[in-house]
């Protein structure tokens, strides 16, 4: 069974950036689709950012023009690079991935479409 491992979290101030990191624990994994989710105290885990193989990248409205998704293929690597954060971005961020091309598929926001998922990496945003 393949796990993923989120890191790069943490405590920032509004306006602030951090970058998360997603390596799966098999180097031999490859995915044709990874995926952010993320999920704030007593609220559903929403999907914000994909990135399928090719590059092809789609980003949850809340997030767009701030966040950007993207992989380095030679490291089997994820990464989400979050800039100007607010307060609403806390939440636990998890990392998302399948073999198939969820990304791309009018599935690609709904956790039950990916089978492999990381413990997830806490960010928290103060104002």
């Known amino acids: 069974q393949v796990q993923l491992v989120e890191s790069g979290g943490g405590s920032v101030q509004a306006g602030g950036s951090l970058r998360l990191s997603c390596t799966p624990s098999?180097?031999?994994?490859?995915?044709?689709?990874m995926a952010w989710f993320r999920q704030a105290p007593d609220k559903k885990r929403e999907g914000i950012a994909t990135i399928a193989i090719g590059g092809v990248t789609n980003y949850a409205d809340s997030v767009k023009g701030r966040f950007t998704i993207s992989k380095d293929n030679a490291r089997n690597t994820a990464y989400l690079q979050m800039n100007n954060l607010r307060p609403e971005d806390t939440a636990m961020y998890y990392c998302?991935?399948?073999?198939?091309?969820?990304?791309?598929?009018?599935?690609?926001?709904?956790?039950?479409?990916?089978?492999?998922w990381g413990q997830g990496t806490q960010v928290t945003v103060s104002g």
């Open positions: 098999q180097s031999t994994y490859s995915t044709d689709c």
């Open positions: 998302a991935a399948d073999p198939a091309a969820v990304c791309t598929s009018i599935g690609k926001w709904h956790d039950e479409y990916y089978r492999y």
